[in-house]
C-alpha cells in the first residue's frame, strides 16, 4: 500500500462546476496535509494545508479532512480552464519528518 | 524575499558525467529538501537538511548521489556516473520549522535533467 494515494485521473470538469479530488493516506500518526498544484513543466506551487478535521475554505477552494477514515479532499468551485492542472497531495507527520506527496491528479477543466 | 532559486533550469549530460545541482532556499528557512519527480509522479523525497546537518537520506538514494549545505546556507546535489535512469526533474524546497509545518514547503522552479 502506498503511503499517499490518489486517482492519476484525468478528472474532466466543464466549466463552472465543481472538481472534487481525493486522497487516503496510510499513517494514522500524520499531522497536516497540503494540496499543491502543478502546472505541466513547472515546479508544485502550495494552495492549501489543514490539519484539523473539518472542512477549511479559502476563496473557491475548499479541503476537508476526516483523519477517522484517514481521507482528504479538496473541492474547486467555479472551476476555470486555468484551473487544468495536476494536484497533489501531500501529508506531514507521524513517522516522517517530510512531506510524502501522492502521484496526483490531473484535473481538465473544459471551456 | 527572492524564494527558492536552483540552477541550472535545464543540464543535459552524457551518461557517465557527474553533474551538480545548486538550490538556494529563502534566506530564513532552516530546512531544505531535495526532491526528483519524474513523469506522471508525485515528488520522491532524497534528502533533507537542518541547517548545515543531513538529518536524513532515502534509501532509494545510490551512492552516487550526494548532497551538501556548507554553513547552512545553499545546497548542492551531486551525481556521480550519471545513468539514463536519473533523467527527471529535481526539486529543491526549503521551510522554516519557527513557522511550524502548517506553512508547508515552498518548491523551487526545479532542475530538468536528461541523460543521453
Known amino acids: 500500500q502506498k503511503e499517499v494515494e490518489q486517482n492519476s485521473g484525468p478528472l474532466s470538469v466543464p466549466e463552472g462546476a465543481i472538481a472534487s479530488l481525493n486522497c487516503t493516506y496510510s499513517?494514522?500518526?500524520?499531522?497536516?496535509f497540503f494540496w499543491y498544484r502543478q502546472y505541466s513543466g513547472k515546479s508544485p506551487e502550495l494552495i492549501m494545508f489543514?490539519?484539523?478535521?473539518g472542512d477549511k475554505e479559502d476563496g473557491r477552494f475548499t479541503a476537508q479532512l476526516n483523519k477517522a477514515s484517514q481521507y482528504v479532499s479538496l473541492l474547486i468551485r467555479d472551476s476555470q480552464p486555468s484551473d487544468s492542472a495536476t494536484y497533489l497531495c501531500?501529508?506531514?507527520?507521524?513517522?516522517?519528518?517530510?512531506?510524502?506527496f501522492g502521484t496526483g491528479t490531473l484535473l481538465a477543466v473544459q471551456p | 524575499d527572492t524564494g527558492v532559486s536552483q540552477d541550472p533550469r535545464h543540464k543535459i549530460t552524457k551518461r557517465g558525467q557527474n553533474v551538480t545541482f545548486r538550490c538556494d532556499p529563502i534566506?530564513?528557512?532552516?530546512?531544505l529538501y531535495w526532491y526528483r519527480q519524474t513523469l506522471g509522479q508525485g515528488p520522491e523525497f532524497l534528502t533533507y537538511?537542518?541547517?548545515?546537518?543531513?538529518?536524513?537520506k532515502s534509501r532509494l538514494l545510490s551512492d552516487r548521489f550526494s548532497a551538501e549545505r556548507p554553513k547552512g546556507s545553499f545546497s548542492t546535489l551531486e551525481i556521480q556516473r550519471t545513468e539514463q535512469g536519473d533523467s527527471a526533474m529535481y526539486l529543491c524546497?526549503?521551510?522554516?520549522?519557527?513557522?511550524?509545518?502548517?506553512?508547508?514547503?515552498?518548491f523551487g522552479s526545479g532542475t530538468r535533467l536528461t541523460v543521453v
Open positions: 537538511f537542518q541547517n548545515e546537518a543531513q538529518l536524513e
Open positions: 524546497a526549503s521551510s522554516s520549522t519557527t513557522r511550524g509545518w502548517n506553512y508547508g514547503y515552498t
Open positions: 501531500a501529508v506531514y507527520g507521524g513517522a516522517t519528518n517530510k512531506l510524502i
Open positions: 534566506s530564513e528557512h532552516n530546512r
Open positions: 489543514i490539519y484539523s478535521n
Open positions: 499513517d494514522r500518526g500524520s499531522q497536516s
